[in-house]
Antibody
Framework: QVQLQESGPGLVKPSETLSLTCTVS????????WSWIRQSPGKGLEWIGY???????SYNPSLRSRVTISIDTSRNHFSLNLSSVTAADTAVYYC????????????WGQGTLVSVSP | EIVLTQSPATLSLSPGERATLSCGAS???????LAWYQHKPGLAPRLLIY???RRATGIPDRFSGSGSGTDFTLTISRLEPEDFALYYC?????????FGQGTKLEIK
C-alpha cells in the first residue's frame, strides 16, 4: 500500500523559504511522477508542480518564479521549496503520486498546514 | 488554463438518496482526462473516478462518472453515511492541472 507523508515546519516567516518533504513508503520513488498541491483557507486546490524521478520538473506558471521541487531517490523522498513567502502562501500542502504527466493523482498524503506569520 | 466550475456548492441529501454533482469546464477537457476525488477533513483526498468514468480500485459501484468535453457528472446512486464529504473534480488534459472549487455533500 502506497503511503505519502508530508513533513516540515508548520510556521514560516514572511519573505523566508517554505521547505517541505514528502516521504514515500510502499513504492519506489524511482518511477512515477510526484506532485505538490496546496489548499489555502477557504479556497480551492492549486497544483504547484511535479517532478519525475529522472529530475525533470513542471511548475504552475503562477508560482514558477518561486518554486523548486527536488527528489532524493536514495531516501525515497521529494521536496518542495517555495521562496519569498507571504501570508497568501498559508495553506495545507499535499504531496501526491501520479502515473504519468497526463494522469490523475492516484495517492495523496494527508497534508500539512503551513502558516506564514511574523 | 482550464477553469472547472462545480455545482452546486452544497448539496443537502439524506442517506439512501441519489446525488448528482456537476463539473463544467472552460475550455473543454480533451481525452476525457477528468478525475473526481472525495475529501474528508484531516484525511488524504481519495481518488474515486478517473478518465471521466473509470472507477478507481476499491471504489464501490454506487459511484459513477460520466460526461465529456465541457460537462461532467459524478453520481452516487444510493448515499451511505460515509459518503458525506467534499468532492472535487480535476482535469489533467493540459498544464497547469486545475481543480474545481468543490461540492460539499451534507446530511439533510
Amino acid at each position: 500500500q502506497v503511503q505519502l507523508q508530508e513533513s516540515g515546519p508548520g510556521l514560516v516567516k514572511p519573505s523566508e523559504t517554505l521547505s517541505l518533504t514528502c516521504t514515500v513508503s510502499g513504492a519506489s520513488i524511482s518511477s512515477y511522477y510526484w506532485s505538490w498541491i496546496r489548499q489555502s483557507p477557504g479556497k480551492g486546490l492549486e497544483w504547484i508542480g511535479y517532478i519525475y524521478y529522472s529530475g525533470s520538473t513542471s511548475y504552475n506558471p503562477s508560482l514558477r518564479s518561486r518554486v523548486t521541487i527536488s527528489i532524493d531517490t536514495s531516501r525515497n523522498h521529494f521536496s518542495l521549496n517555495l521562496s519569498s513567502v507571504t501570508a497568501a502562501d498559508t495553506a495545507v500542502y499535499y504531496c501526491a503520486r501520479h502515473g504519468g504527466r497526463w494522469y490523475h493523482f492516484e495517492n495523496w498524503g494527508q497534508g500539512t498546514l503551513v502558516s506564514v506569520s511574523p | 488554463e482550464i477553469v472547472l466550475t462545480q455545482s452546486p456548492a452544497t448539496l443537502s441529501l439524506s442517506p439512501g438518496e441519489r446525488a448528482t454533482l456537476s463539473c463544467g469546464a472552460s475550455p473543454s477537457v480533451g481525452n476525457r482526462y477528468l478525475a473526481w476525488y472525495q475529501h474528508k477533513p484531516g484525511l488524504a483526498p481519495r481518488l474515486l473516478i478517473y478518465d471521466a468514468s473509470r472507477r478507481a480500485t476499491g471504489i464501490p459501484d454506487r459511484f459513477s462518472g460520466s460526461g465529456s468535453g465541457t460537462d461532467f457528472t459524478l453520481t452516487i446512486s444510493r448515499l451511505e453515511p460515509e459518503d458525506f464529504a467534499l468532492y472535487y473534480c480535476q482535469q489533467y488534459d493540459s498544464s497547469p492541472y486545475t481543480f474545481g472549487q468543490g461540492t460539499k455533500l451534507e446530511i439533510k
